[in-house]
């Protein structure tokens, strides 16, 4: 067997077994490639949501603290009417 038709029968299996690995995921038809697609832009917005959540948390929790010595801080000198 010539080097040539070795790599070929490798092209074939490799190509045979990713077919199979892409039915076995449900992405062997002609919407796959708008399903990936799709499932990309979920992820990107997962992220997005994730980065917004804690940057919404750390926003609250210096404006608590900051509230928290103003507070105080009118508390303190309040006192010295």
Do not use: P
Request: hydrophobic share 40%; proline share 0%.
């Amino acid at each position: 067997m010539s080097e040539e038709e070795i790599n070929r029968l490798l092209d074939q299996a490799a190509e045979r077994g990713a077919e199979a690995a892409l039915r076995k995921v449900g992405l062997h038809d002609e919407n796959a490639g708008r399903d990936m697609a799709e499932v990309r832009d979920l992820l990107e917005s997962w992220r997005d949501t994730k980065k917004t959540i804690s940057q919404t948390v750390a926003k609250i929790i210096t404006t608590s603290i900051l509230a928290v010595i103003a507070l105080g801080t009118y508390h303190y000198w309040g006192s010295f009417k």
